[in-house]
Every structure is written in structure tokens, then in C-alpha cells.
């Protein structure tokens, strides 16, 4: 059974830094392709920032290049997303998600492409 949960999400202040954790069990993270939404209220899930593919490359959405860090932990099974330099518009629940079918250059930024997900966790961002 695969699992994946998902914690650190928090309510800060604009300018803030978060670490978001996504503990997966079940699956391999060094061998799967992983990825950060995000949802806001009213709005459509958005892709965030993903590693993996062949080479197990990092890629972000535009407007959180510069401001945040995908990476993994292969020993602990952890995948993390570090955020800093916060704004309001960060505002959303976050989630992980794994288990991509597709092709990765083409799919990443596609939620139905993933078929495990957790189930996520609050930033609140004020300004």
C-alpha cells in the first residue's frame, strides 16, 4: 500500500522561510518521479516544483523559480520542498505526489499524470 503524508505546512508572515516534508512508504522515491502542488481557494491545482525523469533533474513553476528547492532523501524515503522568500500568492494547501505515468518533459505539470497523492498540508502566507 503507498502512502504518502505530507507535513510543515504553517501560517507565516510574508518573507518567511517553510520546509515542507512528504514521507512516502510503499514506493521508492529513488526510483519514482515526485512532485509539489498546490491549491489555492477557487483555483485549479498547480504544479509546482517536480524531480525526476531520466537523470533525476529538478524543474519549478515559473514563479517560484529562485525561491524554492525540490530535493529528496533516498534513505529516508522523504521528499522535501524548501520555501523561501514567501509571498501571499504561496497561499494554498500543498500536496506530494507520485506515481508518474507519462512523458516527463511533456506531463510533469499535469496533476492526472500522478496517481498517488497525499493529503496535504496548509501554508498560509500573510502579508
Known amino acids: 500500500q503507498v502512502e504518502l503524508v505530507e507535513s510543515g505546512g504553517a501560517s507565516v508572515q510574508a518573507g518567511a522561510s517553510l520546509r515542507l516534508s512528504c514521507t512516502v512508504s510503499?514506493?521508492?522515491?529513488?526510483?519514482?518521479?515526485t512532485a509539489w502542488f498546490r491549491q489555492a481557494p477557487g483555483k485549479e491545482r498547480e504544479g509546482v516544483a517536480y524531480?525526476?525523469?531520466?537523470?533525476?533533474?529538478?524543474d519549478y513553476t515559473d514563479s517560484v523559480k529562485g525561491r524554492f528547492t525540490i530535493s529528496q532523501d533516498n534513505d529516508t524515503n522523504t521528499v522535501y520542498l524548501q520555501m523561501n522568500s514567501l509571498k501571499p500568492d504561496d497561499s494554498a494547501i500543498y500536496y506530494c505526489?507520485?506515481?508518474?505515468?507519462?512523458?516527463?518533459?511533456?506531463?510533469?505539470?499535469?496533476?492526472?499524470?500522478?496517481?498517488?497523492w497525499g493529503q496535504g498540508t496548509q501554508v498560509t502566507v500573510s502579508s
Open positions: 505526489a507520485s506515481g508518474f505515468s507519462g512523458a516527463w518533459s511533456l506531463h510533469r505539470q499535469r496533476a492526472s499524470h500522478y496517481k498517488y
Open positions: 510503499g514506493i521508492s522515491v529513488s526510483s519514482r518521479s
Open positions: 524531480i525526476g525523469g531520466p537523470g533525476f533533474n529538478t
